[in-house]
Nanobody, 114 residues
Framework: QVRLVPSGGGSVQPGGSLRLSCKAS????????VGWYRQAPDKQRELVARIDPDDNTNIADSVKGRFTTSRENDRATVYLHMNNLKPEDTALYFC????????WGQGTQVNVAA
């Protein structure tokens, strides 16, 4: 069974930073395109970043210049680096094999507020 588990969420003030980590069981992340998604209350889930096996990345316009994604293959981990966080970044964040092939799990909550 494939499971992808994000971690690293928390509460920060506007302008702060967080780094989310995504680890998987049952699948090797390094051979797959991994997407980072978020879902705010009463909104649809959206893709914010993805990284392919060659480390090419795509970042959503809404977070471009503030969010980046990277992978560390030795540790089988994909990261979402979030800088200059804004209140509108508050959401439940998920990672999944692009475009969302497996169970979404519980995600990790990010709260940005003064």
């Amino acid at each position: 069974q494939v499971r992808l588990v994000p971690s690293g969420g928390g509460s920060v003030q506007p302008g702060g930073s967080l780094r989310l980590s995504c680890k998987a069981s049952g699948i090797a992340l390094k051979f797959n395109t991994v997407g980072w998604y978020r879902q705010a209350p009463d909104k649809q889930r959206e893709l914010v970043a993805r990284i392919d096996p060659d480390d090419n990345t795509n970042i959503a316009d809404s977070v471009k210049g503030r969010f980046t994604t990277s992978r560390e293959n030795d540790r089988a981990t994909v990261y979402l680096h979030m800088n200059n966080l804004k209140p509108e970044d508050t959401a439940l964040y998920f990672c999944n094999i692009y475009p969302g092939l497996y169970d979404w799990g519980q995600g990790t909550q990010v709260n940005v507020a003064a």
